[in-house]
């Protein structure tokens, strides 16, 4: 099949590599997903093209380069609130070229402006629904309302199929509630092999100046409001008071890191929290492998599933994490994870001694982890669950076509 996939940002090869930061092109989990989707597609047979606005600074990055994927960038035109209105779509969507379109949401407005390109065309449009649009702040609540009733309704209702990444997302969002008949659920994966506990923990610990015995505690994802990082650290005092020199490393840059600094130097953790910024994708490995927990405190339904949580399932290591929906589906088992309360501090600091102070209870967690990610959630098991979405609805369109 020759599958079309359109998302809002995608990573150049610099980004992931750390040679430069997002900037205002943000890359989150969506464009990882779709590059570790895309690949195991093509490896499927398949014939895959990936469609995304063009970053501010183009010309200065270079392309990813991906065997039997082809990669354009559009005109982002203009910005609005972060997102970029892409018009070029309109230009470089040719309907002849594709079997199939699958686009990504929930940031506008590439998904919406394919949907309006390809609307009295027969060929199937899946919209792959990552999580609710949800900005914070005043004038972000008045855009998210606007677009729930207006753009919103009229992606989903186009849509052939909607994609949810886990059933509780589908089930407990207000903006899907009409739509559920439509609704197919293929989870997010990992690649087991690059996160197996082989990599050396003393690369990071050295790098940090951390004693072997250190007990790290570590978060990876983008240091906004939305992943709860604030209650991660306001949990620290507690946890330091059980774990004399625990310590806190947070991955990742965000509109919240300079107030996250503050918060450790309001409450005299300074030392306790490692601030270690943007890493390269190549040494992510390294960072799961140094930690004994990793924990994901999220706090909002911005959060749709947590692709970092299966990294650290991958490498082996304890998960903590929230009760939101979505996220805690993911394990739902408990099988390698404690899930506790958003924005219960007191838990958060419980369920992470309680980890760190129990080996047995540690490697449980890591065993059942590992096994959990290999029964589950591969890409390649990933990858054959969308295809078989992507033949159904294919073969349904064609059957009301001849009838």
């Known amino acids: ?74 005109s982002p035109f203009i910005s609005v609130y972060s997102a970029s209105l892409p018009l070029g779509v309109f230009k470089s969507l040719t309907t002849e070229e ?50 729930s009733f207006t753009l919103g309704p009229f992606l989903l209702k186009r849509a052939d199929v909607i994609i949810t990444l886990t059933e509780s997302l589908a089930a407990n969002s207000k903006r899907l509630s009409k739509y559920l008949d439509k609704v197919k659920i293929v989870p997010g994966g990992v690649n087991p092999e690059r996160f197996r506990q082989s990599s050396d923990p003393s690369r990071i610990k050295n790098k940090y100046s951390l004693g072997p015995e250190a007990k790290v505690i570590l978060f990876v994802g983008i240091l906004d409001a939305y992943k709860g990082c604030d209650y991660l650290i306001r949990a620290m005092p507690g946890i330091i008071h059980e774990i004399p020199g625990a310590q806190l490393m947070l ?37 799961y492998s140094a930690c004994d927990v990793f924990v994901l ?46 924005r219960n501090v007191e838990a958060l600091a419980a369920a ?13 967690f890591g065993n059942g982890g590992r096994k959990l990610v290999e029964s589950k959630y591969t890409w390649a098991k990933v990858a054959h669950a969308m295809q078989e979405v992507y033949l159904e609805i294919s073969n349904n369109k064609r059957q009301r076509e001849v009838s």
């Open 1 to 74: 099949m020759k599958i079309c996939q359109l998302l809002a940002t995608f990573p150049y090869r610099e980004q992931l590599s750390g040679e430069v930061s997002g900037g205002r092109y943000r890359v989150g989990g969506i464009g990882q997903y779709v590059y570790s989707l895309s690949t195991e597609l093509v490896n499927l047979g398949h014939q895959v093209t990936i469609i995304a606005p063009r970053a501010p600074q183009h010309k200065l990055l270079t392309e990813i380069e991906l065997d039997g994927v082809d990669i354009r960038r559009v």
């Open 98 to 147: 594709y079997d199939i379109f699958h686009a990504h949401t929930p940031v506008p407005a590439i998904a919406e402006l394919a949907a309006l390109r390809i609307m009295n065309r027969k060929i199937p449009y899946i919209l792959g629904y990552h999580n609710d649009v949800v900005k914070a702040g005043s004038s972000g609540r008045i855009l998210s309302n606007i677009y």
């Open 251 to 287: 991955v990742g840059t965000g509109p919240m890191g300079e107030d996250l600094k503050a918060t450790a130097g309001e409450l005299g953790i300074v030392s306790n929290v490692i601030f270690a910024g943007f890493v390269p994708d190549e040494d992510l490995p390294y960072y």
């Open 297 to 342: 405190p999220s706090v909002s339904a911005e959060e749709g599933f947590g692709l970092v949580q299966l990294e650290a399932m991958a490498s082996g290591k304890p998960v903590v994490t929230t009760t939101i929906p979505g996220v805690c589906e993911v394990d739902a088992e408990e099988v390698a994870t404690i899930h506790v309360p958003p």
């Open 352 to 364: 992470t001694i309680k980890i760190l102070q129990d080996k047995d209870l540690a490697a449980r």
